[in-house]
């Protein structure tokens, strides 16, 4: 794969508690992406980034947040977790060309309870 | 903005057969179509992608075609192996989207029974 890291791979938190979830790449993209996977939705944009402190919303971003302080690495907040946000959280990277070949994280299972 | 839909949700086939994955797109303006395959545990991974300039793209025992008059396009699988049992997913977007953004279909689960 190419050079994705999330982390952690699986985390369970109680609701209404902060998490953050770290994307780290290797491969200098310019773009990176959160989505999440529920069964029957697909892969659904929370946000995205085109370079550094350069972000914007995707389809369905209340309730998290992000940052991109560096080319490599894209937080993902969820500021109070609910526990419709129990789902599988994937980062996504892209080189910058249009319509170039997506590379996606292993991936975060979260569980809020 | 632009809405995916992916049919069927579930695909179950026997060894040798083929696989029709159809889905159709919304946005007139989409004009890159690609395929992403995910197996159990793992990160989904691009398979096969066509542009709006291209009817039909095949890579081995993959093919993809592209309707644009009816916004629909479809991935075909032939000669199915146990080892392409995975979700599939269809995806849309259009140069013109700032971010590059890939919208998804809903994913479809093909089982290649042995």
């Known amino acids: 794969d190419a050079g994705i890291t999330q982390s952690p791979r699986h985390k369970v938190t109680e609701t209404g508690t902060p998490v953050t979830l770290r994307c780290h790449q290797t491969e200098n993209h310019r773009y990176m992406y959160w989505y999440r996977q529920d069964p029957g939705h697909g892969l659904r944009l929370i946000h995205y980034?085109?370079?550094?402190?350069?972000?914007d919303k995707g389809e369905v971003s209340d309730g998290y947040s992000v940052s991109r302080s560096k080319t490599e690495d894209f937080l993902l907040t969820l500021e109070s977790a609910t526990s419709s946000q129990t789902s599988v959280y994937f980062c996504?990277?892209?080189?910058?060309?249009?319509?170039?070949?997506?590379?996606f994280g292993s991936g975060t299972q979260l569980s809020v309870l | 903005g632009e809405n995916v839909e992916q049919h069927p949700s579930t695909l179950s086939v026997q060894e040798g057969d083929s696989a029709v994955i159809k889905c159709t797109y919304s946005d007139s303006a989409s004009n890159y179509f690609p395929w992403y395959k995910q197996e159990l545990g793992k990160g989904p991974q691009l398979i096969i992608d066509i542009r709006s300039n291209v009817g039909e793209k095949k890579d081995q025992r993959i093919a993809v075609t592209l309707n644009k008059t009816a916004k629909h396009f479809s991935l075909h699988i032939t000669e199915t192996q146990p080892e392409d049992s995975a979700v599939y997913f269809c995806?849309?977007?259009?140069?013109?989207?700032?971010?590059?953004?890939?919208?998804f279909g809903g994913g479809t689960r093909l089982m290649v029974k042995p």
């Open positions: 995806a849309a977007s259009s140069s013109g989207n700032a971010g590059n953004m890939l919208t």
């Open positions: 996504a990277t892209k080189s910058g060309t249009v319509n170039e070949k997506l590379f």
């Open positions: 980034s085109y370079g550094v402190k350069d972000t």
